[in-house]
């Protein structure tokens, strides 16, 4: 019999998982890596920073509006790093992964972790305390037959 089954108020066990796994990829794919693009056969058109070695100028830093709004490179993360590839001397924007973004994905993770574990664990003291009483009751049937 499922978790809840025939039990009015109560949700099926299957569906509250589903319900908070699907919760967790939303809140987690908000702030996921974005994939690079597909490469295409002429490398013309591909930033110098995928096809040689380069340099990194200026470290990785918010973009500013005007920056935002004219750079595609700081579209993805909202960071971007300025390059210098060494053959071609080109300087080229790359976005970028910022540790001070990375360290609030990682807390919005645990808080996401938190959160879990404690509807779980109500869920868990909830389904104790009925299993107590359903004994319980058991007990007193048996010694009031007797």
Partial sequence: MLAGAGRPGLPQGRHLCW?????????CQAEAPV?????????????????????VAEECSPCSNFRAKTT???????????????SSKRNEFKSCRSALME?????????????????FACLV????????????????????SI
Avoid: H, M
């Fill in 19 to 27: 319900l908070l796994c699907a919760f967790t990829l939303k809140l």
């Fill in 35 to 55: 994939q690079e693009e597909k490469l295409s056969a002429s490398t013309s058109n591909l930033p110098c920073w995928l096809v040689e070695e380069f340099v």
């Fill in 72 to 86: 595609p490179e700081c579209g993805p993360t909202g960071y971007v790093e300025k390059i210098t590839c060494s």
């Fill in 103 to 119: 360290q609030r994905l990682f807390w919005k993770f645990e808080g996401a972790v938190v959160c879990v574990a404690l509807i």
């Fill in 125 to 144: 003291i909830i389904r104790q305390r009925q299993l107590d009483r359903k004994a319980l009751e058991k007990v007193r049937k048996q010694i009031e």
